[in-house]
Nanobody, 117 residues
């Protein structure tokens, strides 16, 4: 059974930092591309950051320079370090895994991030 379990969300003041973690099990983690998505209240889910199985990264413009995505294949974990948080970063953050070759993809249950002004 595939599970992606997010942790690290919470309430933080603007300018603060949070570190989100996603622990994967039931998949061959090293051959999956991983990503973090965010869904703000009343809005569609959007990509925040992604990292390929080979370690290449890309970021949404909103997080460029503030967020860092990284993976640890030995621990089957992907993290999202978020610095200088803004109220508009508020939302539920979801971990997403997609096999690099096949149309196998999985979502976590999400972790809530609230940034107060």
């Amino acid at each position: 059974q595939v599970t992606l379990v997010e942790s690290g969300g919470g309430l933080v003041q603007a300018g603060g930092s949070l570190r989100l973690s996603c622990a994967a099990s039931g998949i061959g983690f090293s051959v999956y591309n991983m990503a973090w998505y965010r869904q703000a209240p009343g809005k569609q889910r959007e990509l925040v950051a992604a990292i390929t199985s080979g370690g290449s990264t890309n970021y949404a413009d909103s997080g460029q320079g503030r967020f860092t995505i990284a993976r640890d294949n030995a621990k089957n974990t992907v993290i999202l370090q978020m610095n200088n948080l803004k109220p508009e970063d508020t939302g539920v953050y979801y971990c997403y895994a997609k096999h690099r070759s096949f149309q196998w993809n999985h979502w976590g249950q999400g972790t809530q991030v609230i940034v107060s002004s």
